[in-house]
């Protein structure tokens, strides 16, 4: 396939494609009902993305770096990168450690927890996901802190409380099957949320996010995410996208933030620090993969990148396999 071809292909849909790949793996799932006064910290889950789903009541989420935000009944938050974060009665209660609250264990990744008594609780169906590809990673560590979707402000095109009504059922009267459908309907919340984000959200205009759907950085940033063994330059990558050398590094450099190649160099180091914790893989197949003539030429990127040898990364992650 030549270069126009392929740029023909890229070019249909960058950001449908990295969405594509928004496939999750949970990591827990939780059904809580939290009487007022109420405080819950939950913990940082680095490389996952937290959700909650309110079913009834109201409560504050206060993560760090953002404004706390009153959740209501209806309402779908997401915290992407994973921060510790709480909820709370008002914007300034004390906050009780997650792990130290009883739960009941329902299954393998599902848990119910009841906190506190009297009032009516505030209920909510809570998780952490974890996204397995390396470009769904990039696309939700771009986005920002919190994710707050009200479904009132959804309007006629209110997706939320369906979903929500489902996922509430299942939870409160736990079937046969239960579990595996409480879990998929939190995994379409979360993937719609993302969606109706980018579609909504100005921020999604900017920074990666917006030159991934630039109609020619966008098709540039495929190609190069999809086939990082291609031997590309500048001048190859402008071409497959019918700019000039000098205006394509211009508008990339302002809008990611970084001149292209040392986008791509940075693209292949992290392809190849997945694929090296992921276990075995041999050496000289992984530089052919990512573009490098030899093992040696890759193994020397990967130092100055990392500041160890690939050798040394594989190494460390078979000690923390072990620990």
Known sequence: MDIQVEAASAATDPLGRALHLLRMTGVIYCYSYLHPPLGIALPPIPGCLMFHAITAGECWLRVPGAEPVLLRAGDFALVPRGEGHDLLSTATSHADAFFDLPRVQLGGRFEIMR??????????????????????????HALPRQIVLSG?????????????????????????????????????????????????????RTGWLGALQDAQLGPALVLMHEQPGTPWTLASLASAVAMSRSAFAARFAASVGMPVMQYLTLWRMALAQSRLQEGQVRLAELADSLGYQSEAAFSRAYKRWSGRSPGSERRVEAVAALA
């Open 115 to 140: 906190h506190g008594e009297g009032t009516e609780p505030v209920s909510l169906v809570c998780g952490a996901v974890r996204f397995d590809d390396m470009l769904a990673r990039r696309l939700v």
């Open 152 to 204: 009132q402000a959804l309007g006629p095109s209110n997706w939320l409380a369906p979903i929500l009504a489902l996922l509430q059922e299942e939870v409160q009267h736990l079937k046969p099957g239960g579990e595996a459908v409480a879990t998929r309907l939190a995994d379409v919340l979360v993937l719609q949320a993302i969606r109706t984000w980018l579609q909504n959200d100005p921020g999604a």
